[in-house]
């Protein structure tokens, strides 16, 4: 049986390279460690059962893709037990970020969960989940990982991203519409800012002469930097301005410098290397958030900044004032069951996150100015749209078009609400959750915010090259989030 490849599933299918690999990586902690006959059981039942797709493989013929049954499927192929020699810290960091650089083989399903121990099969233990992107996008396959655990009422992560009012069951209808309405407002926009921009250059100037030559400095300066004058522009209209949000996010999208710091010049390797931060209790981030007049995702992307910031400093790298990621945004609403396929129904945006702001009050309120015009303005849309035009190109241009957007962002970062309760696999209880975002282009960093049983959790994927000592970066994170909440306590 065959079915049709989704255009926007195809996107992610394609767009494996050699040291960029398209998979979705998770990891849940065990003390006890579930027996791997229980958990083959469990994905077999609730998983591989209900989605077909899981026991199919991508097949090219005339140029037309589509998912076709693997007659030897084998899920002892796909859920297997992999020995450490020790269970500790290092071995598993080791081991995790050698699976990063291992494709799936397209003869088979695209997917694996490994039962992860040390030599006790039944001590602490990890199982460790890999889907290529293609399936399906992270909301899913956190929701996948949810149906195969037992849980309590009310677990399932809340609707994460941006809902699109109904359109995201025509996603391209209104994309045009939204962004020629927002090109004729940004014109009408910048021809109104540029007249008040030159109108009070021209009078500052007369007034004092002297400040001529400044004035021509920035003038050049915004020139070479075009995103500065698109800021410069827009900072003074209200934060829920659509139009001149999304005139505003679209170009820094199409005019942002690419992405170079000393410290990543160059192209990734092959090989990667991971870390995390596991079970640090939400409360106090909450409070503290709060107090600065911020959300928790503004504190989370607060800390991820000052933990850059100090790495970068420590390594003797120019850090830029500005470093750009890709962030996903779900285009549907996340409820409590799976819904009747997979697939990818979410699309990416740029976020420029400021580094080197040292006051935490300031650096929380410019993130919170950021993230709340990136909400309001017809970005995420747009960048769907695109998404579905790029799955329609040849190949060869859907990949320089990738690599375009792609060259502007250091990486990938998500944030995923994940169940406020524990859970449990094959009996056992999931002491943490994390998970790990794929990276595109020459990107060597992704990082993934995940919160699980009232606790935060973040997943850190580095290019071996180019981060070779991820839990150096993890360490500045986890000091950085200390500090955030020990500046709330104190105000």
Known sequence: MATPIKAQDLTWLLMDRPNNLMQVNGLMFFDRTPSRQAVADIFMDRAVLKFRILSQIPVEEDGEWSWVDDPHFDLGRHVRHVELASFDHETLREHVGSQFSVPFPREHPLWEVQVVTGPDPKGPGAVMTRFHHGLADGIRLVQLALSVCDRAEGATPRTVGRNTDGEHHNPLAGVLRLAASSVRDGVDFARQAASTALHAGVSVATTNPLDLPHLVEEAVDLARHPVRLIDAMTDHAALDNESSNSWREVSRMLLADESQTGAWAGHPGVEKTVAWIDGYPLA????????????????????????????????????????????????????????????????????????????????????????????????????????????????????????????????????????????????????????????????????????????LNIGFACDRRMIPDPDNLAAHVRRHVDDLVATGAAR
């Open 284 to 455: 106090g981030l909450r409070a503290t958030a709060r107090t600065l007049g911020g959300t928790l995702n503004d504190l989370l992307l607060a800390a991820v900044s000052l933990g850059l910031t100090d790495y970068l400093r420590e390594r003797g790298a120019d850090a830029p004032s500005d470093l750009s990621w890709l962030m996903p945004i779900s285009l549907q609403p996340v409820d409590a069951s799976l819904p009747p396929t997979l697939g990818n129904h979410f699309c990416v945006v740029q976020l420029s996150m400021p580094l080197g702001i040292d006051d935490h009050r300031a650096l929380v309120r410019e993130l919170h100015q950021r993230s709340t015009r990136l909400k309001n303005s017809a970005e995420p849309i747009i960048a769907f749209g695109t998404q579905q035009l790029i799955a329609h190109a040849p190949a060869a241009f859907a990949r320089e078009v990738t690599n375009y957007f792609s060259g502007k962002t250091v990486g990938l970062l998500s944030n995923v609400p994940g169940p406020r309760v524990e859970l449990t696999l094959g009996g056992m209880p999931v002491r943490s959750m994390l998970g790990w975002v794929p990276t595109s282009g020459d990107q060597p960093l992704g990082v993934c915010l995940f919160t699980y049983n009232d606790s």
